[in-house]
């Protein structure tokens, strides 16, 4: 069942009551009054801002380290920020005391200074306390682990022989230094023993090997020595002209199994992946310049080993084959 409606009331009454005994009506206060609470009001904000000052110049690190500077630093920060709020407090409590005649007991039990009284909660430093009790029981396990120092001479009495009352060290034998040897001088006027000019041995010149061609496989080699030709001719070099090129100079093309193109010939061999597809693909300038090099590494082969054959020589080559022919017949 709910209140009745004079419970109610009754319950409402009690209430107001209870507020009016928390809080008491200001009283009349002199101009000299007001005017000294302002003063000691005004100090007071005055020494909060250089607490909160002193609070902000501590350096705490951001990050939480589980160690004695970080520890000493967090406990100095939060004994400045509580001067800081206390300070805060007793002017909040001089103001209503004095400026509106409040008592300072009642004054206590207000909410606006109940809520100041947070920072006396001890839960923080005493978590920093056992902090650093942990650390310090921690050091003294390990230093108890250590091995004691060994004590200096200082600490004992030297004494020479056992049973005497001698308390002089003996005396320690000297120890005989061993001389040098003079060091010779060196006769300013000795030369040394002559020195002979050592013959020169001069290395056996042997001119690269020159291999004759035919100008359309000259024009297919300057593309694989790019550099040592100085070609800037653009053009297409198919497989079938790099083939070719081969046979000029002598190698003869056997295909192998897959895209593999063994080259015979002078009696070396090297073994090349052909492109895929028939031989009248296009050679890529990636394709000539890694040819170039095999050819260099296999061989030894450079761009100037080459030059273009006469048109006497490949007449002759002609009139050769054609009595080969006839004699053949």
Known sequence: MGLSAKRYRALRDERKEAGKAAYVAPGVVSHEKYEEV?????????????????????????????????????RQAKDAL??????????????????????????????????????????????????????????????????LKRPSNEDHEPQSQWGTNDKTPPKRPKIEKLEKPPKRRRDPDYEGPPEEDPEPVLAAYLPPETMSVSQATL??????????????????????????????????????????????????????????????????RGNLGKFGRRLTRHFGWTYGMFEERLREEEGDEGDEDNEGDGDAE
Request: proline share 4%; charged share 25%; with cysteine.
């Open 38 to 74: 302002q003063q000691a009001q005004h100090k007071g904000l005055i020494k909060a801002g250089q607490l909160l000052k002193q609070f902000h110049a501590i350096k705490v690190p951001a990050k939480r380290k589980h160690t004695n500077s970080w520890l000493d630093n967090a």
């Open 219 to 284: 024009q297919t080699l300057a593309r694989l020595w790019p550099h040592q030709s100085m070609t800037v001719r653009e053009g297409t070099v198919r497989w079938n002209d790099f083939q070719a090129a081969m046979e000029d100079i002598g190698m003869r093309a056997s295909p192998g199994g897959g895209s593999k193109v063994s080259f015979f010939g002078r009696g070396r061999s090297i073994v090349i992946h052909a492109p895929h597809g028939s031989g009248t693909v296009q050679l890529t």
């Open 82 to 147: 509580n001067a800081f709020w206390s300070e805060v407090r007793s002017v909040r409590i001089c103001e209503m005391e004095g400026a509106h005649g409040h008592v300072i007991e009642e004054v206590e039990k207000c909410r606006e200074v109940t809520l100041l009284d947070f920072y006396r909660d001890p839960e923080f430093l005493n978590s920093i306390d056992a902090e650093l009790a942990e650390l310090n029981a921690g050091k003294e396990a390990v230093n108890a682990g250590r091995p």
